[in-house]
């Protein structure tokens, strides 16, 4: 399963009609604050993760919508044209049209819409048996519970102790995707490690020194001299190493997958993002379409640097215009990018260390 192209309608931050097309290998989106790249993930990753069922529990999570909506998922077998058809069915809802590719058969289409309304139409929608799409119809790459994977920005392996039977009894106010992270990272281990994933697993070991390993509610890193640490004692660039290989081990990031990664350079070592970059370029390559929103100049440069012709690499710069609607431009050259803020940002950068020695010269010479 790969996502080819989205389409929004006044859903959130995306006010009018947005539109980006995406490559089937890695996907580095980037923008202002306040631009959509956080949201643009969610929406992805609601439409692959609700594939079987007709309610995205995504977006009735606290603190990504108000409890008062709902989206109703419809699943219609057609084409990029039908998804001008799906606008105009709205009933002037917001709508959030995915489409989607099968990996054994790309140019099989399928798009996903959410339509997003008060629970009132819901409701209605629920009651009458017309509008409710045949999900037993759905391809069988459409069925894994396992197709997608959404590491959000917020460091969650640390909480694991009692925190899942504290969030389905107490109702705890966390994001869905928050939640499911840690599900995830709970899974049991596969019984067999394919090369591929052997190969990945092997790099992620050498950086954090170590496997990681689940028990009695909590995450350890198991060093390669025998000490056991804790999620809540290790470094926090070690923690989303450490995710990357449970997720690995858990037979997650396998062909046919994809990773949606919020913002993955927070508290990493600069010296760690090459590593990271070649890691995720080695997923890529081994089949894992990938997502990942960023503000950080060098994890997006080494991607550009890194890069080969058979890893395709798509650049997306969200913008916010005059009349509050978000575009995207994208590219599969990073020099070639438009109004790119983060090029901007360092060339300001540089011109201010430049002229910061041309001053500390001055002084030198006047003493």
Request: net charge negative; aromatic share 10%.
């Amino acid at each position: 399963m790969a996502i080819e192209r989205v389409e929004i309608k006044d859903f959130l931050v995306f006010k009018g009609e947005f539109a980006a097309d995406f490559c089937h290998g890695i996907n580095v989106i980037i923008g202002g604050n306040g631009t959509g790249k956080t949201t643009l993930l969610k929406c992805l990753y609601a439409g692959t993760d609700t594939m079987g069922g007709k309610t995205s529990k995504h977006f009735n999570a606290p603190g990504f919508i108000d409890s008062k909506y709902d989206v109703y998922i419809s699943h219609k077998k057609k084409p990029y044209e039908q998804t001008e058809k799906l606008r105009k069915d709205s009933d002037g809802l917001a709508t959030v049209a995915i489409v989607f590719s099968s990996s054994e058969n790309r140019n099989a289409n399928d798009i996903v819409s959410m339509n997003v309304s008060a629970r009132a139409y819901f409701q209605q929608v629920k009651a009458d048996e017309a509008l409710i799409e045949d999900f037993d119809t759905y391809p069988s790459y459409f069925n894994s519970n396992n197709s997608s994977v959404m590491i959000p920005d917020a460091e969650m392996l640390s909480h694991s102790k009692g925190f899942l039977a504290m969030c389905y009894d107490r109702k705890m106010p966390f994001e869905q995707a928050e939640i499911d992270i840690l599900v995830k990272a709970q899974l049991p281990e596969t019984n067999e490690v394919k090369p591929n994933a052997s190969k990945v697993l092997e790099k992620v070991k050498a950086v954090i020194g170590g496997e990681v390993f689940h028990e009695n509610d909590m995450f350890f890193i198991v060093k390669d001299n025998g000490v056991k640490t804790p999620f809540t004692l290790e470094a926090s660039g070690y923690k989303k190493f450490g995710l990357l290989w449970k997720l690995l081990r858990n037979g997650l990031l396998e062909s046919g997958t994809i990773l949606f990664w919020d913002e993955p350079e927070n508290s990493l070592n600069p010296e760690l993002v090459p590593i990271l970059v070649d890691i995720l370029l080695e997923l890529s390559r081994n089949g894992v379409q990938i997502f990942i929103a960023t503000h950080d100049y060098h994890l997006t440069r080494y991607f550009d640097i890194r890069k080969d012709k058979d890893t395709p690499v798509m650049f997306h710069i969200l913008s916010k215009a005059d009349d509050g609607s978000i575009t995207c431009s994208s590219s599969s050259v990073y020099l070639k990018l438009a109004n790119n803020h983060l090029e901007k940002a360092s060339e300001k950068l540089f011109k201010d260390v430049v002229n910061s020695a041309f001053d500390i010269w001055e002084d030198d010479d006047e003493q």
